[in-house]
C-alpha cells in the first residue's frame, strides 16, 4: 500500500519536472526572438537595407516589412512566454525562420554576400554555414514546442473520449 502511495507523487514530479524544461525551451526560444525583434525595431532603416540586400522584393516593400517584421517576432515570443495565442506564435515564428532561410540559402545560390540582419550588427561576420545551423536549431526548437503543443493536444482529447 505505501509503496502505491509514492507513485503518483512520482508521476507528478516527473510530470512537472518536464514542464519546467518545456517552460525553459519556451523562454530560450521566445527570447532569442525577442532579442533579435528588438535589434531590428531600434533600426528599422538598417533593417529594410539587409532585407533589400537579398534582392527579392522592392524597396517600398522592405521598407515595410522592416517596420512590421521586428514587432511581430516581439509579440509572438510574449506569446510563447505568456502562452497566449501560443500555437499561433510558434506556427509565424516557424514560418519566418523558414523563410529567412530559404532566402538565404537562394541569395547564397545567386551569388550575394549579404548580412543576414537576424541580429544586427553581431551577426554581421557570421559566415554562412554559422548563420544557416543557427536558424536549423531554432527551428529545431520551434518545431519540438509545436510537436509538444499538438501531442498535449491530442492526448488530453484522448482521455476525455474514453
Same mark, same amino acid.
Given at each position: 500500500?505505501?509503496? @502505491? /502511495?509514492?507513485? !503518483?507523487?512520482?508521476?507528478?514530479?516527473?510530470?512537472?519536472?518536464?514542464?519546467? &524544461?518545456?517552460?525553459?525551451?519556451?523562454?530560450?526560444?521566445?527570447?532569442?526572438?525577442?532579442? @533579435? /525583434?528588438?535589434?531590428?525595431?531600434?533600426? !528599422?532603416?538598417? *533593417?529594410?537595407?539587409?532585407?533589400?540586400?537579398?534582392?527579392?522584393? !522592392?524597396?517600398? &516593400?522592405?521598407?515595410?516589412?522592416? *517596420?512590421?517584421? !521586428?514587432?511581430?517576432?516581439?509579440?509572438?515570443?510574449?506569446?510563447? &512566454? *505568456?502562452?497566449?495565442?501560443?500555437? =499561433?506564435?510558434?506556427?509565424?515564428?516557424?514560418?519566418?525562420? &523558414?523563410?529567412?532561410?530559404?532566402?538565404?540559402?537562394? @541569395?547564397?545560390?545567386? /551569388?550575394?554576400?549579404?548580412?543576414?540582419?537576424? *541580429? =544586427?550588427?553581431?551577426?554581421?561576420?557570421?559566415?554562412?554555414?554559422?548563420?544557416?545551423?543557427?536558424?536549423?536549431?531554432?527551428? @529545431?526548437?520551434?518545431?519540438?514546442?509545436?510537436?509538444?503543443?499538438?501531442? =498535449?493536444?491530442?492526448?488530453?482529447?484522448?482521455?476525455?473520449?474514453?
Amino acid at each position: 500500500m505505501k509503496t @502505491a /502511495g509514492k507513485l !503518483p507523487t512520482i508521476n507528478y514530479q516527473l510530470s512537472t519536472n518536464r514542464r519546467f &524544461v518545456w517552460r525553459i525551451v519556451d523562454f530560450a526560444v521566445a527570447s532569442i526572438f525577442i532579442y @533579435a /525583434g528588438a535589434l531590428k525595431a531600434f533600426d !528599422p532603416v538598417q *533593417f529594410a537595407n539587409d532585407i533589400d540586400n537579398y534582392k527579392l522584393l !522592392p524597396w517600398p &516593400v522592405s521598407v515595410a516589412f522592416a *517596420f512590421y517584421l !521586428p514587432w511581430l517576432e516581439i509579440f509572438c515570443a510574449l506569446g510563447l &512566454v *505568456f502562452r497566449f495565442l501560443y500555437r =499561433g506564435a510558434l506556427s509565424i515564428l516557424s514560418a519566418s525562420i &523558414v523563410v529567412f532561410t530559404l532566402a538565404t540559402i537562394a @541569395a547564397k545560390l545567386r /551569388g550575394l554576400d549579404i548580412t543576414c540582419g537576424c *541580429f =544586427g550588427h553581431a551577426s554581421q561576420n557570421w559566415s554562412f554555414p554559422a548563420h544557416l545551423v543557427t536558424n536549423l536549431a531554432i527551428l @529545431a526548437g520551434l518545431l519540438a514546442l509545436s510537436f509538444k503543443a499538438t501531442s =498535449g493536444n491530442r492526448l488530453q482529447m484522448r482521455s476525455n473520449f474514453s
